[in-house]
């Protein structure tokens, strides 16, 4: 794992000096903004997938139409349109504010789809609701990762730009997918599903259901919750930039002389 981490920092920064564990372990001791970030991010990432591994089987079963999956995946490009919004809501609500509103969005969008029920064009505006949130949150996170690393140069002294980004980022992914895929995987087998099925009893259904639109809600919510403890770090954040350029304007006075 440690080396998978390595790896990914290279790529978010290969011209940077590689710097060993145990000073990266430095670089996140205290640094409670990247800590938070990475766990919003990480719970983020298991709703969606979670939400994304029952949904080939809501489609299936509960909307009796596989073909549907790859008309509602089309629309999916729609949330090009909250992303592009992202700096706008940025001005007014802030960044956490602004994650806080988009993951609102999501959640919004998916009890849509689930009161929608059988009703395509009704699921289909639920669906992109959602879609235009979920994307903007994503964008937001790996924007705020950013921020954290600022915080934790200003903390401990050490700048893990890489190592940091790489662990807010696509540890997140990979880690969210597999414990997302779980968690749906799970929950569905309680109920007795089986894909091997030709048909499903109203038990299982329901637990696809379940699986597709309200297990993401509740997870989204814990997202949701540790984005709004987080504000008080990005208020924090002035300080910890004007901190940090003076400490860079020192460093270069007395290189100079």
Not at 42 to 66: C, E, G, M, V
Not at 167 to 194: D, E, P, T
Request: hydrophobic share 50%.
């Amino acid at each position: 794992m440690v080396n998978t981490i390595l790896k990914e920092a290279d790529l978010f920064c290969p011209n940077s000096v590689r710097i060993n564990f145990t000073i990266y372990l430095k670089a996140t001791r205290g640094n409670w903004p990247w800590m938070i970030i990475v766990a919003a991010n990480l719970i983020y990432w298991t709703a969606y997938s979670a939400r994304n591994a029952a949904l080939p089987y809501y489609f299936q079963y509960n909307l009796s139409d596989k073909s549907l999956i790859s008309f509602f995946n089309g629309f999916s490009i729609i949330q090009i349109i909250g992303m592009a919004s992202v700096p706008f809501f940025c001005k007014f609500l802030h960044k956490w504010g602004t994650t806080v509103f988009m993951l609102a969005l999501t959640m919004i969008g998916q009890v849509w789809i689930g009161l929608a029920g059988s009703n395509v064009t009704s699921a289909l505006i639920g669906w992109c609701i959602a879609c235009i949130g979920a994307g903007s949150a994503c964008t937001m996170f790996f924007a705020m990762v950013g921020d954290t690393v600022d915080f934790g140069e200003w903390k401990s002294g050490i700048r893990a730009n890489g190592l940091l980004t790489a662990m807010g980022a696509s540890f997140c992914i990979q880690m969210g997918a597999g414990i997302g895929s779980f968690i749906a995987a799970k929950i569905m087998a309680a109920f007795g599903f089986s894909a091997a099925k030709a048909a499903q009893t109203t038990g299982t259904m329901n637990a696809i259901s379940f699986t597709f639109i309200w297990v993401p809600v509740i997870i989204y919510a814990v997202s949701l919750i540790l984005m709004v403890i987080y504000r008080k770090w990005e208020h924090h954040e002035p300080i910890v930039t004007e901190d940090l350029a003076e400490r860079r304007a020192q460093l270069q006075s007395r290189n100079a002389n």
